[in-house]
């Protein structure tokens, strides 16, 4: 794991919790060669130059030829890594590489529009140079795109993949857990140096670095979009509080891509997902097995993958009722369900198994009717008169003025805390249960599924 800076302030902090240190040279103010060597020889750890050209994502937009006399000066100090760019001249590079036999090089691409098909070419291409390693940093479009390429890197030992992009994030962070490869990181108090990289506090606070390896189990979270999620936080967080080796990404995966995503995380080595909307219907075709009551839900919101057969629950219902029931029973109490999608099912179903009277309220009646008639509950176009328990599963904040003040009253979304429903459930003088009581009581059966 590289931090890549932008000047040679180094900490001695930073030393102990890295294996080298990136001077992207192409971003410092001034090249002091003086200063350099004298950083490269007192460094404890690895030192690696990059002189990136304006062309390829870097900062450097004299001539080339400029840049391959300051690329020479510069190995002149024998900097532990270098990195020379796959399509400069190959003779100088062949020259650079045969003249240098102490500094370790790596043969980089860039590609920052996208992922281009042949890039299986482009790596034969790069092997004509004899390099340490070499480094792919292309723009991933889709989790299946990084999937891939880093299912391609796990064949390749000296190939590093560096996705970029919100789809590729996720990327960087699985990539830790394959051996042999080059990874990047910044400090978050500093500019960082390409999209989608972690930043160092993460990668040690929420993702559990040095401690991920080959033998890391991973999980992960899909859906569209899966930014607001903080599972990343909670299942990191219970992996290290257990000392579990493993790590939780988070995907964003659409309905259309959910097809091809199986396999690829079959062959990666996922061992459980949650699912998050929408696709917490849309994943059941996948799924070999469910239990009896996510049959009758019709929507799964946690997978646990076990060689070819992939297994389904849903600890919504479970999560809501039990955060509910922290503060009522809800035996023979009125609950009013706003929505009639995924989450409103699971918690209906569960309320119903508590022994609630059901009303569901929704846009679509006719989705309210479906639901309100399989158990035994009823349809409405408004929020009744009467009831004990109001909860908001839709993903708006409903705007209702007339909220009980003897009413419970639960909203499922977590972020912010006090969505403007909840909000004027305060102002109505109403008990309020947030959605984050929900999320962990439902990230915690996820947990349990998947045997942690
Ligand atoms: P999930 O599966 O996570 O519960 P969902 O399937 O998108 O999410 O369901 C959300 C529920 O909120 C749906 O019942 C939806 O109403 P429709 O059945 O009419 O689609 C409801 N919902 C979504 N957006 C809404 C809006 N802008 N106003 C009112 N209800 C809305």
Not at 116 to 133: G, S, T, V, W
Not at 155 to 162: A, R
Request: charged share 25%; glycine share 6%.
């Amino acid at each position: 794991l590289f931090l890549s800076l932008f000047d040679l302030d180094i900490s001695d902090k930073h030393l102990t919790q890295v294996d080298g240190i990136e001077f992207r040279l192409d971003l410092f103010s001034e090249i002091n060669l003086k200063k350099l060597q004298k950083a490269v020889t007192s460094s404890p750890i690895p030192i690696l130059f990059t002189l990136r050209k304006g062309s390829e994502g870097g900062n450097f937009f004299g001539s080339e030829q400029e840049r391959e006399t300051l690329i020479r000066k510069l190995l002149a100090l024998k900097p532990a890594f270098f990195d020379l760019e796959y399509n400069m001249d190959p003779y100088f590079i062949k020259e650079q590489i045969e003249d240098h036999p102490d500094v370790k090089f790596i043969i980089s691409y860039h590609n920052f529009s996208s992922t281009p098909l042949d890039f299986e070419k482009i790596y034969q291409k790069m092997l004509l140079f004899k390099a340490n390693r070499y480094k792919i940093a292309t723009l991933t479009s889709s989790t299946n795109e990084t999937l891939s390429l880093l299912l391609f890197s796990k064949k390749h030992p000296n190939l590093s993949i560096i996705p970029m992009g919100e789809k590729g994030s996720f990327g960087r962070i699985l990539s830790l857990t394959l051996e042999n490869k080059l990874h990047y990181t910044y400090l978050s108090s500093k500019k960082h140096s390409a999209p989608g990289q972690i930043s160092l506090e993460d990668l040690l606070n929420i993702y559990r670095y040095p401690k991920l390896n080959t033998n890391t189990k991973l999980y992960g979270l899909i859906g569209d979009p899966v930014t607001q999620s903080v599972g990343h936080l909670y299942h990191n967080d219970v992996f290290t509080k257990k000392n579990h080796n493993a790590l939780y990404v988070k995907m964003p995966v659409s309905q259309e891509e959910l097809q091809d995503f199986f396999p690829l995380a079959k062959k990666i080595g996922f061992q459980g997902l949650s699912v998050t909307m929408p696709l917490k219907e849309s994943v059941l075709k996948f799924i070999d097995n469910l239990d009896p009551l996510t049959q009758q839900i019709q929507a799964a919101n946690t997978l646990s993958l076990k060689e070819d057969f992939i297994y389904g629950t849903n600890t919504d219902g479970c999560g809501a009722l039990d955060a509910l029931e922290q503060h009522i029973p809800i035996q023979g109490k009125t609950l009013v369900i706003l929505g009639a999608g995924g989450a409103s099912k699971a918690i209906a179903f569960e309320a119903k198994k508590r022994g609630a009277i059901l009303y569901i309220v929704n846009r679509t009646l006719k989705k309210a009717q479906d639901l309100a008639k399989r158990l035994e509950g009823k349809a409405l176009s408004d929020i009744p008169q009467v009831y004990d328990i109001l909860i908001n599963t839709s993903p708006i904040s409903p705007c209702i003025d007339k909220i009980l003040p003897s009413a419970f009253v639960m909203d499922i979304t977590y972020v912010p805390e006090k969505t403007p429903f909840l909000k004027k459930a305060l102002m109505s003088g109403a008990k309020v249960i947030y959605g984050k009581e929900m999320f962990t009581r439902q990230a915690d059966l996820q947990s349990k599924f998947w045997g942690f």
